[in-house]
């Protein structure tokens, strides 16, 4: 059971992007940090660890000096990232507990997604440093069915096989709370309409529609939940 913190800010914009409000890294925040660590100090015991998420984390200078807080408060420590800050995740992985990165496109692709030149080799610079580190950790890449083609994502995950990734997940791209743009471009598509066959050796992280009879059951969604830890 962990707390997760929202870091505001992130140099990128992602087409299917959900969180754009988190996107200035000058956007005054919901709850100063001060309050973050007086939360913290009263569930020691209660929580097992804090997970960073964004926006993009590793934008944050003060990331670094808040993991340092929270393992002295004795909690375990995760990072979501997209690595778009590949110096600043390598400075923080040695005090990791487990790393999720984005890897979002083939290296030379990636400004399709991100709207950013170079941002591949930000992104397979972090990589090689998760890698590198030894730290625990999942890989995944969003299968976006308006930029990606079935023959990229198979490359994409040869690719990552090749490298040493130890956890490749496929998720699902969604519309809830992206531009409109990019939901009437997604039109509905799934991640199976674009990968009838997907790549072995992967895990696949689907999101469960709304009106899904899954929905309607608390046993069936506690199950789903398990099975679709981002998506329900
Ligand atoms: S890296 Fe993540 S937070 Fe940043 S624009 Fe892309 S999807 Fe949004």
Known sequence: MVATAYLQGC?????????PDLLDPRSPGTHDWVEVTGFLARRRGLLDGVVFSGGEPTRQAGLPAAIAQVRR?????GLHTAGAYPRRLAEVLPSLDWVGLDIKAPRDRYHRITGVAASG????????AVLASGV????RVTVDPTTHSAAEI????????????GRIVLQEARGQGAGPGYVAALAGRRLRDL????????EL????PPGDPVRRSPVAAAAAVREYPGGV
């Open 154 to 165: 198979d490359g994409l995950v040869a690719e990552l096989d090749r490298l040493g990734a």
């Open 136 to 139: 625990d950790h999942e890989v």
């Open 73 to 77: 408060l004795g909690f375990r420590v």
């Open 195 to 202: 990968l009838a066959h997907p790549p072995a050796g992967v």
């Open 121 to 128: 080799e930000a992104a397979f610079g972090s990589l090689a």
């Open 11 to 19: 140099p990128w914009r992602c087409t299917y992007c959900h969180n």
């Open 205 to 208: 992280r689907e999101t469960v």
